[in-house]
């Protein structure tokens, strides 16, 4: 059982930048396709940024596209959420989640595990 466990949430006030970070503990990290996704409130979740095992490739969602970077360390079995430019609209939890799959996807059901979220609250 892999357990993931975000940190790095906090207020922040628009036009500034925040780093997630997810620890991943048991399991084979580097064989993991990660994700990160968020749920606003009133919203539904949905797919924000994921990378590959190797970290070759990313994937954004439009939204945060030019914002947000996603990376690992698989040295550290840890995985990165870089934001910038932060918008009021980009409040919501964050997710960080593992597929247990080489190829990437972005569909939120394909996610094998799921950390606890982290609060990410940007003021105007």
């Known amino acids: 059982q892999v357990q993931l466990i975000e940190s790095g949430g906090e207020l922040v006030q628009a036009g500034g930048s925040l780093r997630l970070s997810c620890a991943a503990s048991?399991?084979?990290?580097?064989?993991?396709?990660m994700g990160w996704f968020r749920q606003a409130p009133g919203k539904e979740r949905e797919f924000v940024a994921g990378?590959?095992?190797?970290?070759?490739?990313?994937y954004y969602a439009d939204s945060v596209k030019g914002r947000f970077t996603i990376s690992r360390d698989n040295g550290k079995n840890t995985v990165y959420l870089q934001m910038n430019s932060l918008k009021p609209e980009d409040t919501a939890v964050y997710y960080c989640?593992?597929?247990?799959?080489?190829?990437?996807?972005?569909?939120?059901?394909?996610?094998?595990?799921w950390g606890q979220g982290t609060q990410v609250t940007v003021s105007s």
């Open positions: 990378v590959t095992w190797s970290g070759s490739s990313t």
């Open positions: 989640a593992a597929r247990v799959e080489y190829r990437f996807t972005s569909a939120e059901t394909a996610y094998d595990y």
């Open positions: 048991r399991g084979t990290f580097s064989r993991y396709v």
